[in-house]
Nanobody, 126 residues
Framework: QAQLVESGGGLVQAGDSLRLSCAAP????????MAWFRQAPGKEREAVAT????????AYTDSVKGRFTISRDNAKNTVYLQMNMLKPEDTAVYYC???????????????????WGQGTQVTVSS
């Protein structure tokens, strides 16, 4: 059972923007690092962006630097991914994840992220 719920995906054209949201109904992840991953057909799941518990530290995979921004609102128990200048290669299912470690550092490594959502589809047409 998914403990995180993603929303905001859709079909857009290259150059457009989308904002993904990740909510955690009934549970707080405010003391954990959070991340967005994505998985395209036939490819492995890859980390896109991560943010620490306070929101003060972030990291991005090289392909999205300067275009994507991760943020969080702990009062709303929600994490966001603002995606600008979208490209067709950004097409994937996007997943939100929470790390198992409390008050831990940010990491783009898949290992350690144990709480997952069911994903939201992002499709970018050329």
């Amino acid at each position: 059972q998914a403990q995180l719920v993603e929303s905001g995906g859709g079909l857009v054209q290259a150059g457009d923007s989308l904002r993904l949201s990740c909510a955690a109904p009934g549970r707080s992840f405010s003391n954990k690092a959070m991340a967005w991953f994505r998985q395209a057909p036939g490819k492995e799941r890859e980390a896109v962006a991560t943010i620490n518990h306070s929101g003060e530290a972030t990291a991005y995979t090289d392909s999205v630097k300067g275009r994507f921004t991760i943020s969080r609102d702990n009062a709303k128990n929600t994490v966001y991914l603002q995606m600008n200048m979208l490209k067709p290669e950004d097409t994937a299912v996007y997943y939100c994840a929470a790390h198992t470690t409390e008050w831990g550092p940010i990491t783009l490594e898949l290992r350690g992220y144990v709480y997952w959502g069911q994903g939201t589809q992002v499709t970018v047409s050329s």
